[in-house]
């Protein structure tokens, strides 16, 4: 068994983001677990079970925005240097950090400080993948935020930090839905150096929990069409470089690295897992739909604590 992806769900399901096609909240099994001591016992399982099943990424992520926890990631950081898995990765909409870019503070993660993404950073993540709609700010605004601060500003600003960027391009109808569109965001991070894209159409999940998300997806996703057109044109402009598991495809295009990717595809046949998902009660899953997918359970709160002070006091 390999297991592609570690993926540690960070924070609760709060967000500064308003997406219309947002996964997390078609994807969620009631309430997430109340904020509180990491389940450490747990966690060290995970990582040593994605250790042994071959992972070598740790995405930080989660069912809201991660950076409105920023002491949350900085734990998950330290917790990680033991296990030196190769790559940690954190998965955001990037609001506050281009807030922070642009006006020198975070809007609503108030603790966030260039100081800790440069702490992060020395504490290993290397990457921060930017979720966006497209590149034009005309797009990602009514999307995300009506102050939706400069992308090529904050993409700077966190390669001035030391950062790898991935731009992660939700492709709907009307922003990315045509080979001329993603030419365009090709040509935009050559520009700004962005050093990955990915781009994966929005995608409703079987089981969806939440009726107005899934009628937008239906709505506003690209066609199956329109996708093979995408993929076509990416085949032919591009060179494959990587399969990646469940169906992602590496290219470079034009010297530019581009994935074509999917947010939900779970292939079970082969016994491989796309992703492992850690939550901070110690629940431990293999897939975003399907709560039966489960390898272990959530440990009540007032026992994490006290294993807490057990640790602290020996
Ligand atoms: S940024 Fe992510 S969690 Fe927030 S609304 Fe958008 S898709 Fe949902």
Not at 130 to 143: A, C, K, M, Q, Y
Not at 205 to 212: I, K, L, M
Not at 220 to 246: F, N
Not at 273 to 289: A, M, P
């Amino acid at each position: 068994m390999q297991i592609q992806t570690f993926s540690i769900v960070v924070g609760t399901k709060a967000c500064n983001a308003r997406c219309p096609f947002c996964v997390s909240s078609m994807t969620g099994f009631g309430e997430l677990p109340k904020r509180g001591a990491i389940e450490l016992v747990h966690f060290a399982k995970a990582c040593q079970l994605a250790r042994l099943a071959g992972t070598t990424t740790v995405l930080m992520t989660g069912k809201g925005e991660p950076t409105l926890y920023p002491e949350e990631i900085s734990e998950y950081l330290r917790l990680l240097v033991r296990s030196q898995f190769p790559f940690i990765e954190l998965q955001t909409n990037a609001l506050d950090i281009g807030w922070l870019a642009r006006d020198g503070r975070a809007k609503h993660a108030k603790s966030l400080e260039r100081h800790t993404l440069a702490g992060w950073r020395q504490s290993g993540l290397n990457t921060v993948a930017i979720s966006v709609v497209g590149i034009d700010p005309e797009l990602n605004r009514p999307v995300y935020h009506d102050d939706y601060p400069d992308l090529a500003t904050t993409i700077k600003f966190l390669h001035e930090i030391g950062f790898t960027v991935r731009l992660c391009v939700m492709m709907q109808q009307g922003s990315v839905d045509t080979p001329e569109a993603l030419q365009r965001v090709i040509d935009f991070c050559r520009i700004n150096l962005v050093e990955q894209l990915t781009v994966r159409p929005i995608r409703k999940p079987d089981h969806s929990e939440d009726r107005d998300v899934s009628t937008y997806v239906v709505e506003r996703g690209i066609t199956h069409d329109q996708e093979l057109v995408i993929r076509t044109w990416v085949e032919r402009q591009g060179r494959r470089l990587l399969s990646l598991m469940h169906g992602a495809i590496v290219y470079d295009v034009g010297g530019q690295n581009v994935c074509l990717s999917d947010c939900l595809t779970n292939d079970s046949s082969n016994g491989d897992i796309r992703t492992l998902i850690f939550y901070s009660d110690g629940r431990l899953t293999y897939d975003w739909q399907y709560e039966g997918a489960v390898l272990l359970g959530g440990v009540p709160m007032a026992l994490r604590e006290a294993d807490r002070r057990n640790r602290e006091e020996i």
